[in-house]
T-cell receptor
Framework: AQSVTQPDIHITVSEGASLELRCNYS??????LFWYVQSPGQGLQLLLK??????LVQGIKGFEAEFKRSQSSFNLRKPSVHWSDAAEYFC?????????????FGRGTQLTVWP | SAVISQKPSRDICQRGTSLTIQCQVD?????MFWYRQQPGQSLTLIAT?????????ESGFVIDKFPISRPNLTFSTLTVSNMSPEDSSIYLC??????FGPGTRLTVL
């Protein structure tokens, strides 16, 4: 069965510092992978997704993620964090080999940014 | 891309009552889903809304508690029936996997 692990519940970084949020997935076939951000009281915003091709994916707001099949990972990175990046981040994997199927979500990582 | 709207955006309801949440997509989509996000938790799939047929429910969710309709390719409703405080959550509509509505924040007293 598909599953997603986000090992870090809470991460704190200083503004301007680099960021890496970890995500590991369990899925037998080629996964479809997503990163979402959720600000307090808001819905989910898609940051980036991986379906196939180049394993380094660029997203919105300066985020990128790298798919590493050998490590079953899809870590999210940003070279310089802004205070407005403080939010909850969810990694998700698509199911059933379809780009239109349901998602399995990790438990989320709460990001705090110090000024 | 698809833009999804939900109504209501939030509601406070009494125990034992029911609430119907509407989900409208601005374009025809193949798949529609309903997720629940309990306070401080991740998202859990309630069901897949199938156009013209009964929804497909995940383990732990039943039709009597969460009846779902999908009359066409752009619209779906989720009803939370006979509510209890444990139903206090954010309910999110999703389309074609990657698109999400803003959510409906439900508080049951």
């Amino acid at each position: 069965a598909q599953s997603v692990t986000q090992p870090d519940i809470h991460i704190t970084v200083s503004e301007g510092a680099s960021l890496e949020l970890r995500c590991n997935y369990s899925y037998g076939a080629t996964p479809y992978l997503f990163w979402y951000v959720q600000s307090p009281g808001q819905g989910l915003q898609l940051l980036l997704k991986y379906f196939s091709g180049d394993t380094l994916v660029q997203g919105i707001k300066g985020f990128e993620a790298e798919f590493k099949r050998s490590q079953s990972s899809f870590n999210l990175r940003k070279p310089s964090v802004h205070w407005s990046d403080a939010a909850e981040y969810f990694c998700a994997v698509g199911a059933g080999g379809s780009t239109l199927g349901r998602l399995y979500f990790g438990r989320g990582t709460q990001l705090t940014v110090w000024p | 891309s698809a833009v999804i709207s939900q109504k209501p955006s939030r509601d406070i309801c009494q125990r034992g009552t029911s609430l119907t949440i509407q989900c409208q997509v601005d374009s025809q989509v193949t798949m529609m889903f309903w997720y629940r996000q309990q306070p401080g938790q991740s998202l859990t799939l309630i069901a897949t809304a199938n156009q013209g047929s009964e929804a497909t429910y995940e383990s732990g969710f039943v039709i009597d508690k969460f009846p779902i309709s999908r009359p066409n390719l752009t619209f779906s409703t989720l009803t939370v029936s006979n509510m209890s405080p444990e139903d206090s959550s954010i309910y999110l509509c999703s389309a074609d996997t990657q698109y999400f509505g803003p959510g409906t924040r439900l508080t049951v007293l």
